[in-house]
């Protein structure tokens, strides 16, 4: 049986975790590499805010080889593609045929990384696509995973969101329209232990910050937080301290 060398895009999220978990119990996969966008401003991981430090720790108890995409602060579609470009080409040199992810149901997305890898030669793997998504959050949970909100669209969410570990109650406590996965870019999460991990990930919470954004003109952009028809939108940040 031919076992398929794969890279998995990984956000450091709950979605991430539980993607690659069943993956990694996927004998025709080989996960040799966990690929992150960082923004490079500020040293953090893309869209959710994480600092570098507790990527790399997370990454290092995973025990995959992992790498970062350095990103200017509000990247254009054509940086964008041209830096993931510039990774992919690195590692189909390096014999990777596939490309793993997260998704779970956004279909102009999936069909975004589908034609965008396609053009290199690649396959795109959702390893937890389709699923409901309140079924996924509870069998991350009862998988024994942790998580925790670092960032959440204000038009959902007060400050005292961010900052919280997600349980049980959470999931019957969601605003109404607001996915139990928040797919849609609701809010982001930092997953900090569970069965991928060989030891859990230690920090401290910081500060909370909104920070307000110009919403971008297309929505092709994969890194938008939410779809929304404001021209503005706001987010809660909380800041994780290794």
Same mark, same amino acid.
């Given at each position: ?42 040293? +953090? ?9 507790? @990527? ?14 350095? @990103? ?40 975004? +990384? ?8 690649? %396959? ?107 021209? %503005? ?6 800041? @994780?301290?290794?």
């Amino acid at each position: 049986m031919n076992t398929h060398k794969t890279y998995f895009n990984w956000s450091s999220g709950k979605d991430s975790a539980l993607a690659l978990y069943h993956l990694l119990q996927d004998e025709n996969y080989a996960v040799d590499a966990l690929i992150t966008t960082v923004n490079s401003h500020y040293n +953090r991981v893309s869209m959710h805010g994480l600092r570098k430090e507790l @990527l790399q720790a997370q990454t290092d108890a995973i025990n995959i080889p992992a790498r970062l995409i350095e @990103l200017p602060e509000m990247p254009s579609m054509e940086v964008y593609e041209q830096k993931m470009k510039e990774t992919v080409t690195q590692l189909k040199n390096e014999g990777f045929t596939h490309s793993a992810f997260g998704d779970i149901f956004l279909e102009d997305l999936r069909v975004y +990384r589908e034609n965008q890898l396609t053009k290199q030669g690649f %396959k795109a793997v959702f390893p937890i696509w389709k699923r409901d998504t309140k079924a996924l959050l509870n069998e991350f949970l009862d998988l024994g995973f942790k998580t925790i909100i670092v960032c959440a669209n204000s038009k959902y969410f007060s400050e005292d969101f961010v900052g919280t570990v997600i349980d049980k109650d959470f999931i019957a406590n969601l605003p109404e329209g607001v996915d139990p996965c928040g797919e849609n870019g609701e809010f982001h999460t930092f997953c900090f232990d569970g069965p991928i991990f060989n030891k859990p990930i230690p920090f401290t919470i910081g500060e909370k910050v909104l920070r307000e954004y110009n919403r971008p003109k297309t929505d092709d952009n994969d890194d938008n937080i939410c779809k929304s028809d404001s021209e %503005k939108y706001g987010v809660w940040y909380c800041d @994780l301290i290794p």
